[in-house]
């Protein structure tokens, strides 16, 4: 891919010459979910496949900015960066090109071509890719020297102010921090985090996408996070606690009798109680017991299902296909929900018999065909050396 990069570089801006190469992977969580933005645990890992940024700079101040996975081509100037419905895409670069100005950063006009093989809107983070291979390449280019954690909050940043989706910050940290054959244990909100080896002897990562189409702005999800804040409130009456994340799973069972309305009673418990899932699992892993993270994954789904209600047929059914094989050890739904993805744990010599079975029952379920990726645990943003 770097190389057909480069040449398509070439093709479009005139020459290759001065071309410097960025790469930025996706994203899944592999448990905790729909934590981050209630100051809970979650335990994402940067994957094997990811976004490609050749860029050269300019001195005229204008920023060109197409894309090999979409016609659109868009030229602002570097002083001019307004969020515009119909630039789409190159808004989520323009975003992070705001905000590192907005921070008194000195930036400069440039070209540059995109290409990235993670599928849109499937819930993989394809948009934090594209902001975390923008920041990098300004940082590495401009020396702008800003620490990577501090750069991951400002790509967060652009997708909350800019681009205007209320994400958590665990998107642009598994992008920006990943590292290979490691997943991340982070606590969303004091930025505390570890990396935990997760080497998949025997096993691989597929993650299954429904092909239903979603926006995280069209879904429910600022409803969710709503619905958190008001069950926090009740909470609040007795505890002292500045978001769910910091409640134990015996305190909410002590207390949830404040929350009057039994839809936020499961709301909140099913972010308290997948708190609690992501500590088992990191330590099932510390003692390679992947049967036992593989169960956490189920009764994780299972929970997003039935209290936190952000599944949906197509999602249900993946697991359901999923979890009728006995060399699955886990799946659950991963990302927002209402449509994305599904990842599982699959015996690497039963992926091929997976893909088809597991396709084979949604398809004659569903109707339509969802799509497949095998994957391993990859490296995080970072500037590649062109041959």
């Known amino acids: 891919m770097a190389t057909k990069i480069v040449e398509e570089f070439k093709r479009i801006y005139g020459s290759s010459e001065g071309v410097r190469l960025f790469y930025s992977p996706g994203r899944v969580n592999l448990i905790g979910e729909h934590t981050d933005y209630n100051g809970g645990y979650v335990f994402p890992c940067a994957l094997d496949f990811g976004t490609f940024m050749a860029i050269r700079m300019r001195d005229d101040g204008k920023v060109r900015l197409s894309s090999l996975n979409f016609d659109l081509k868009v030229e602002v100037n570097i002083n001019d960066l307004v969020y515009d419905r119909k630039d789409d895409w190159a808004n989520y670069t323009k975003g992070v090109l705001k905000v590192l100005q907005d921070e008194g950063y000195k930036l400069k006009g440039f070209e540059a071509l995109y290409e990235g093989n993670i599928p849109n809107g499937a ?58 054959d490691y997943a991340i244990f982070l606590k969303c909100d004091t930025i505390d985090y570890k990396y935990v080896p997760f080497k998949l002897d025997g096993y691989k990562i597929v993650i299954s996408n429904t092909n239903k189409r979603r926006g995280l702005q069209d879904s429910k999800y600022n409803e969710r996070r709503s619905q958190c804040e008001m069950a ?90 999923a979890l009728k094989l006995d060399y699955v050890l886990g799946s659950r739904m991963t990302g927002a929900g209402f449509g994305g993805c599904t990842v599982s744990l699959v015996k690497e010599e039963f992926v091929q018999d997976f893909i088809d079975t597991v396709t084979k029952g949604y398809r004659e379920r569903i109707g339509y065909e969802p799509s497949m990726y095998v994957t391993g645990v990859g490296d995080g943003a970072k500037e590649i050396k062109i041959k």
């Open 123 to 180: 819930g993989l983070s394809s948009s934090a890719s594209i902001e975390l291979v923008t920041g990098v390449a300004m940082n590495e280019i401009l020396n702008l020297g800003i620490e990577r954690v501090e750069l991951v909050k400002l790509c967060q940043k652009a997708e909350n102010n800019f681009v205007g989706v209320n994400c958590g910050i665990m998107d642009q940290f598994a992008v920006g921090m990943g590292k290979a």
């Open 232 to 321: 926090l409130n009740y909470l609040k009456k007795e505890l002292n606690v500045d978001n769910l994340g910091q409640v134990t799973s015996e305190e909410f069972d002590r207390y949830k009798y404040l929350i009057p309305d039994d839809v936020l009673v499961k709301r909140a418990r099913h972010v308290v109680k997948e708190d609690e899932r992501v500590l088992y699992a990191v330590e099932a892993l510390k003692n390679n017991d992947i049967k036992t993270f593989g169960k956490l994954m189920v009764e994780s789904h299972n929970s997003l299902r039935d209290d936190y209600e952000v599944t949906g047929k197509e999602l249900d059914t993946l697991v359901d296909e």
